[in-house]
């Protein structure tokens, strides 16, 4: 997915060895512009729940894969700025994602994420049943528990157990006003430039 622009000079203008420097100019702008939006978040706020599992308010930033994934690309006339990442799509639109099986298990805490690097569900579940902690649902919570080394019960709140949620759509790659005046106005310059050498174009 990503955002496009197009354009057909002239007939004389198809020669012109400018057009896909200009192209590429506008590409990396575009990327630009696009990890600009995901720094300054965008809204709507992440809701109380995901504030606290991210330890953050920012949206659209968690480990930094979106804004990574984000790659310029360019033609003699054409330029794009997209992202291959499974997810993109359903964070630029929004949509309601859906249990494949009965339940989606959504992490309820900080601490269910710490114990999940690297490792599936089940791998994290099996690895605290090995440290003696006991599993059970509580409503939609699904907790765990155990004695320590004190006695004292531990619990935890691991997983948030639901039939689907809703993501709200966070536009990350458009073109807005300001990004089209540039972008026309650079395209202009720099084709107006190949075509009159001498006259001056935009840097």
Not at 174 to 193: C, M, P
Request: glycine content about 8%; hydrophobic content about 35%; aromatic content about 6%.
């Amino acid at each position: 997915m990503g955002v496009k622009i197009l354009a057909k000079p002239a007939p004389k203008a198809g020669s012109i060895r400018a057009i896909p420097k200009a192209f590429r100019h506008v590409a990396m702008y575009l990327q630009s512009q696009a990890d600009k939006r995901i720094k300054n978040s965008i809204p709507p706020p992440n809701s109380s729940l995901t504030t606290c599992v991210k330890k953050g308010n920012l949206t659209l930033r968690d480990s930094g894969a979106l804004m990574r994934s984000i790659a310029p690309h360019s033609g003699d006339l054409w330029a794009d700025c997209s992202t291959n990442l499974k997810q993109a799509r359903i964070l630029q639109y929004g949509g309601t994602i859906k249990a494949k099986g009965k339940t989606l298990w959504i992490p309820a805490g900080p601490e269910t994420r710490r114990r999940m690097k690297g490792l599936t569900i089940s791998q994290m579940l099996q690895q605290m049943k090995s440290d003696g902690w006991k599993f059970f649902k509580k409503g939609k919570l699904f907790c765990a528990s155990r004695r320590n080394k004190s006695g004292k019960r531990e619990e935890l709140a691991l997983f948030i157990l639901k039939d689907s949620i809703v993501i709200p759509a966070r536009p990350f790659l458009h073109i807005d006003q300001k990004n089209e005046r540039y972008i026309l106005h650079y395209l202009g310059t720099e084709i107006s430039h190949a075509l009159h050498p001498g006259k001056g174009g935009a840097s």
